[in-house]
């Protein structure tokens, strides 16, 4: 019996020209982003400009962490405590948390079996808030041009959670900017690793002071790069409070040769869900997740569905993958566990019942595809699920 000897946790080592540049920050000390030599322009106004110009949009703001940095959105295109937010019932915790940080409450909308949100759900409660927290979860993208036309149509605002798709695209259009605001994560787990670290983009000129005010900016605005001109700032730097959740220098120079090499990266994660993936393909009981033309995805995690089975069934390949070394999260357990989470435990938020949901979220598969992880190893983990499932569904 083959098992597999990797870690699903296990990045890539931070590359050489990053710990260079990470070393360069520390030798001069000045790591706090305003704190700059007569000349010297930030790491961190660079890093801004450099991802405003891959993803093309105008402004850019670097923060602490990809939660904070929706929290900042929600709070830039204006959420009020006592407001209600729509959002996927489908997504991880900081995004209720981002919602709940701002004293707002989501308004929970259900996901598909393609993984994305629904739109008719959607539809059915565009009335109900102004603004949408879009989670792009595990990087599944709805069909953008629908959602956009919906929502431009009702007045809601898009806030788009880019956490899973740093590097992916709708119909040729990055993912991030479709809506009036983008939010990414710079964290361990994501596209580019500086540990924590999360990145704000729009096109829209108040939205981007406003954010630059709230990240904790104090009267200094005018050392960034990808900011708006001062104007857009003369009234808003009285109204706005400094939230602080700056980025600093060490984590910019980390993540600028990052972004560099963020194309070659992406290719390489595709090959390897590709290769989990096709060896998925074709199992009785297990339904594959099917892409759609227009996206461009970045296959950092993949899913699959194992639908209207019982749920000691679905334990059964959990624990039977696992004892073979492939770690498999669910999102159909009752408990909370480890990173995985579903809407019905986030207790702090009002009690929201989405059948439809349940019955995708019960047979809902994750699995991380790192980097470290090799096409073989791939192939083997493919193989070894295929086996599992195999086995405990001839048996049920
Ligand atoms: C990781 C993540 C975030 C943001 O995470 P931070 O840890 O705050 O950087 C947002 N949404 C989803 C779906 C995530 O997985």
Redesign the pocket.
């Known amino acids: 019996m083959e098992i597999f000897k990797g870690s699903f946790t296990q990045q890539e080592p931070i590359p050489e020209d990053a710990i260079e540049a990470a070393i360069a920050v520390m030798r001069h000390g000045r790591l706090h982003r305003y704190n700059t030599a007569s000349d010297e322009i930030a790491e961190t106004a660079l890093l801004e400009q450099e991802f405003a110009a891959l993803v093309g949009s105008k402004y850019c703001v670097a923060v602490a962490?990809?939660?904070?940095?929706?929290a900042t959105a929600l709070r830039a295109v204006g959420v009020n405590p006592g407001d209600r937010v729509l959002s996927n019932a489908f997504?991880?915790a900081?995004?209720p948390g981002?919602i709940a940080a701002v004293g707002a409450e989501p308004v929970f909308v259900d996901v598909t079996d393609g993984l994305v949100i629904d739109l008719d759900d959607l539809a059915g409660k565009l009335d109900q808030a102004d603004v949408l927290l879009l989670?792009?979860?595990?990087g599944h993208i709805c069909d953008m041009d629908a959602l956009m036309a919906l929502c431009d149509a009702a007045g809601v605002t898009v806030i788009e959670?880019c956490?899973?798709t740093m590097g992916a695209a709708w119909n040729g259009v990055p993912s991030g900017r479709h809506g009036t605001v983008g939010?990414y994560?710079?964290?361990t787990?994501?596209h580019v690793n500086s540990g924590?670290?999360?990145l704000l983009v729009t096109d829209d000129a108040d939205v981007a002071a406003r954010a630059i005010m709230l990240s904790g900016s104090y009267m200094l605005f005018e050392k960034h790069l990808a900011a708006p001109p001062a104007e857009a700032f003369a009234e808003i730097k009285y109204e706005t409070p400094n939230i602080s959740g700056r980025m600093d220098n060490l984590r910019a120079a980390l993540l600028r040769p990052q972004l560099r090499d963020l194309n070659t990266q992406v290719a390489r994660w595709n090959e390897r869900y590709f290769a989990v993936e096709a060896g998925l393909r074709n199992t009785l009981g297990l339904t594959v997740i099917e892409r759609a033309a227009q996206e461009s995805i970045v296959g950092s995690s993949i899913q699959f569905l194992l639908q209207c089975w019982q749920a000691e069934s679905v334990q059964e390949v959990l624990a039977r993958c696992l004892a073979r070394g492939v770690e498999l999260k669910w999102f159909g357990a009752a408990e909370p566990l480890g990173?995985t989470s579903r809407y019905d435990s986030w207790r702090y938020v009002p009690i929201a019942s989405l059948p439809k949901s349940d019955a995708v979220l019960a047979g809902l598969i994750d699995m991380r595809v790192p980097l470290t992880f090799s096409i073989e190893d791939c192939t083997l983990i493919a193989r070894i699920i295929r086996e599992e499932v195999s086995a405990v569904f001839q048996q049920a």
């Open positions: 962490s990809g939660g904070y940095a929706m997504t991880l900081p995004v981002a989670s792009h979860m595990r959670d956490a899973h939010c994560s710079c964290q787990y994501k924590e670290g999360g990173f």
